[in-house]
């Protein structure tokens, strides 16, 4: 049972960065990083392999974001720079199936409580 624990988030101006980190115990075939806003639907953000590190990003933070992993650690971070007020959210990392490449959160599993991003104006 893979259980993510979220950190790094906080209060950042627009065009900042943060970092987020996600301990996670146990294995799975990939780790990925998911944001809710107030009222709107949790979606996905990036995802990264743990065999062979390949990544996938949503077309709303490429070349913004950046996801890795440290395989020693079994932690994932999500590298965020120039950040804008759309980004705040809740981010989420979550374990991922075997199709966890399709971005869709059907296909990932045990979630993490999350962590709060906010991004001032």
């Known amino acids: 049972q893979v259980q993510p624990v979220e950190s790094g988030g906080g209060l950042v101006q627009a065009g900042g960065s943060l970092r987020l980190s996600c301990a996670a115990s146990?294995?799975?075939?990939?780790m990925g990083w998911f944001r809710q806003a107030p009222g709107k639907e949790r979606e996905f953000v990036a995802g990264?392999?743990?065999?062979?590190?390949?990544?996938y990003y949503a077309e709303f933070v490429k070349g913004r974001f950046t996801i890795s992993r440290d395989n020693a650690k079994n932690t994932v971070y999500l590298q965020m720079n120039s950040l804008k007020p759309e980004d705040t959210a809740v981010y989420y990392c979550?374990?991922?199936?075997?199709?966890?490449?399709?971005?869709?959160?059907?296909?990932?599993?045990?979630w993490g409580q999350g962590t709060q991003v906010t991004v001032s104006s």
């Open positions: 990264i392999s743990w065999s062979d590190g390949s990544t």
């Open positions: 979550a374990a991922g199936g075997r199709s966890w490449y399709l971005m869709d959160k059907g296909n990932f599993f045990s």
């Open positions: 146990g294995r799975s075939f990939a």
